[in-house]
Nanobody
């Protein structure tokens, strides 16, 4: 049974940092494109970042470029999202998702991902 479990969310002040983790069981993350998405109340789910299978190519939404970093630890079968210089508008539930299909430039579309985690809340507030 495939499971993706996010952790690392919480309450942080503006300008602070958090590191989210996406731990997988039932699949090997290195073989999948892994995306991070977020959804704020009343808003659509939006793509944040993606790391590709194999070569580990990465991409980011413009809103987080230069502040967020995605990485993968194959030994731990875990993908991370390091979030720095957090802003109140980063507040959302953050989800990781996995696609066995190489999504390429379509990585930002949620429909391309088969497996999803349950999400972790990130709140940026003073």
């Amino acid at each position: 049974q495939v499971q993706l479990v996010e952790s690392g969310g919480g309450l942080v002040q503006p300008g602070g940092s958090l590191r989210l983790s996406c731990a997988a069981s039932g699949l090997t993350l290195d073989y999948y494109d892994i995306g991070w998405f977020r959804q704020a109340p009343g808003k659509e789910r939006e793509a944040v970042s993606c790391i590709g299978s194999g070569d580990g190519s990465v991409d980011y939404a413009d809103s987080v470029k230069g502040r967020f970093t995605i990485s993968r630890d194959n030994a731990k079968n875990t993908v991370y999202l390091q979030m720095n210089s957090l802003k109140p508008e980063d507040t959302a539930v953050y989800y990781c998702a996995a696609s066995i299909v190489n999504l390429g430039l379509s990585w930002f579309r949620p429909v391309g991902y088969k497996y999803w985690g349950q999400g972790t809340q990130v709140t940026v507030s003073s």
